[in-house]
């Protein structure tokens, strides 16, 4: 952190007044939060939602580096939220007794039908990790893509209830402009 000028903490995002905690320095019309804080200490990372007002509407874009469980959106849903981008990769990570600690696959998809994001950002950040030693031996990784999170929810592979959703698959370094 010493490479850091400032480090600012920020804590749950609150949909229904969220702009009651304004971060310093960024413009009022810009808030950063967190879907899911870390009360679940098997879910290490919390979702991040990067909000602004536009006119009268509330736009996010949410990233979860770790997947977030649907039932965590329910605010937002329910907030009338416009989610521009949804960024989850799509594996899903498993202890060996089967607890799920990295949503992936079928609850990335819950997710997108939940919120339904113009983009739906497939992030690669799960792709590169390599754990050795016990705890490598005690987690199961799934990797999903999208064919088959679809044909194995519908049977089929068709992308019901993703109407006006695109899916974007970025490797590593690649970037898009959500306009």
């Known amino acids: 952190m010493k490479h850091f000028d400032k480090v600012v903490e920020f804590g749950a995002y609150d949909p ?6 304004q971060i310093e ?3 009022p019309w810009l808030n950063l939060g967190l879907l ?13 939602i990067i ?33 521009l981008g949804l960024m989850c ?5 498993k202890t060996i007794t089967g607890h799920l600690i990295a949503y992936g696959g079928p609850q990335a998809l819950a997710c997108v ?5 113009k983009w739906w950002i497939k992030n690669h950040d799960d792709e590169h990790v390599n754990v050795f030693g016990l705890i490598g ?6 990797e999903y893509d999208l064919d088959r999170v679809l044909k194995e ?12 959703t695109e899916f974007v698959d970025l490797r590593q370094g690649d970037s898009i402009a959500l306009i």
Do not use: C, S
């Open 16 to 21: 229904a007044n969220w702009g009651a905690h």
């Open 25 to 27: 320095h960024l413009p």
């Open 36 to 48: 899911n804080p870390p009360a679940d200490i098997a879910h290490q990372t919390p979702a991040v």
């Open 51 to 83: 909000a602004f007002q536009h006119d009268t509407t509330v736009h996010a874009i949410i990233y979860a580096l770790h997947g977030i469980h649907p039932k965590e959106l329910e605010t937002i849903t329910k907030a009338d939220v416009n989610v």
């Open 89 to 93: 990769g799509l594996t899903a990570t």
């Open 113 to 117: 039908r939940a919120v339904k994001p």
């Open 137 to 142: 031996r005690a987690l199961r990784m799934d």
């Open 153 to 164: 929810e519908a049977g089929d592979g068709e992308m019901r209830g993703l109407e006006g």
